[in-house]
């Protein structure tokens, strides 16, 4: 028997009004899902985790972990490739603005773990599976990674964040700027964050547009929330981690040296697989969504 929804009734939500709101955005964003999926809710001690599932299910299955702040349709500039050779379960994470809703607190990494191995032992309880995290997805990832290596088949990691690296300084002032209310250090932050994908175009500067314009109403409905913090994985970490992994990251990457981050892992886990993705920065999952999609299944086999 799972418990109930911590908090009040229209928990993670402001009100019931900020809930019906943020519903509605979610569902009109999800229109330019662009392969046929399905919903799922998956009830587990955790919680109830919101599933959106695409690909023929005799596919090997691959789960996809978002970035903080972010939701499972993070994924839809890569999912079209993803799902033509996987069944692909993109996850609203727990603590973030998804439509997944915990029934006790998360703010711990080992929270975040067992209601990942919660969600995977319901949707894949026998064959191992592959796993892909994108920035905070792709720490939690490395962790999950660490911690259930028997369950994984492969791992990628997509600008995981710290995870390799500390986070840099222009980061950190910039992301301090970026708390000032009003749209115009929030913009500036994730243009700057975002670099690649607005210098690409009309359609690069829309989505970064669109998403901004997204992150401040779910500012605006979702109540706080507690995150574990990210942390830098040391020596030992790196090399006890024997799951074929692979770690990408843009050239332009703003939260650390993307060099830096290949070379100490070169250094001190080289059995990790690494490439940059030029032309990019933290944004190489949609500044350059082709390359990134064919690097990724060329990993996976």
């Given amino acids: 028997m799972h418990k109930k929804p911590l908090g009040s009734s229209h928990h993670p939500f402001r009100s019931a009004q900020a809930r019906a709101e943020y519903h509605a955005l979610y569902m009109e964003r999800a229109k330019a899902w662009p392969v046929v999926s399905e919903t799922r809710l998956v009830e587990t001690p955790s919680g109830q985790t ?10 090997p299955p691959l789960f996809l972990l978002h970035g903080a ?11 079209t490739a993803l799902s033509a050779r996987y069944r692909t379960y993109a996850l609203d994470s727990m603590n973030d ?35 892909a995290g994108l920035s905070y997805g792709g720490w939690m990832a490395s962790r999950y990674a660490l911690r259930f290596p028997e369950r994984l088949h492969k791992v990628v990691l997509l600008a995981p964040a710290v995870t390799v ?15 000032i209310p009003g749209p115009t250090f929030r913009k500036k932050f994730y243009y700057w964050l975002l670099q690649d994908a607005v210098q690409s175009g009309e359609a690069g500067r829309a989505f970064v547009d669109q998403a901004i ?18 942390n830098v994985l040391d020596d030992k970490a790196l090399q006890s981690l024997q799951v074929p992994t692979l770690f990408l990251a843009g050239e332009h990457e703003k939260i650390y040296s993307a060099s830096k981050a290949v070379e ?4 001190v886990a080289p059995q ?6 030029p032309h990019a920065g933290h944004d190489l999952w949609v500044a350059q ?12 086999g």
């Fill in 50 to 59: 919101h599933v959106l599932i695409s690909g023929h299910p005799s596919n």
């Fill in 69 to 79: 702040r972010g939701n499972a349709l993070t994924w839809i500039p890569n999912i």
């Fill in 97 to 131: 603005t998804g439509l997944s809703v915990s029934s006790r607190k998360l703010s711990k990494t080992e929270d975040l773990v067992r209601w990942l191995d919660e969600v995977f032992a319901i949707l894949s309880p026998e064959k191992p599976f592959c796993l």
């Fill in 165 to 179: 690296l500390p986070v840099s300084p222009a980061l950190i002032l910039r992301g301090l700027l970026a708390l």
């Fill in 213 to 230: 314009a997204d992150w401040m109403v779910a500012d605006r409905c979702f109540a706080p929330f507690p995150l574990a913090a990210a």
């Fill in 264 to 267: 100490r892992l070169n250094r």
């Fill in 272 to 277: 990790i697989k690494t490439a940059i993705i």
């Fill in 289 to 300: 969504a082709d390359l990134v999609n064919q690097t990724m299944l060329d990993f996976l």
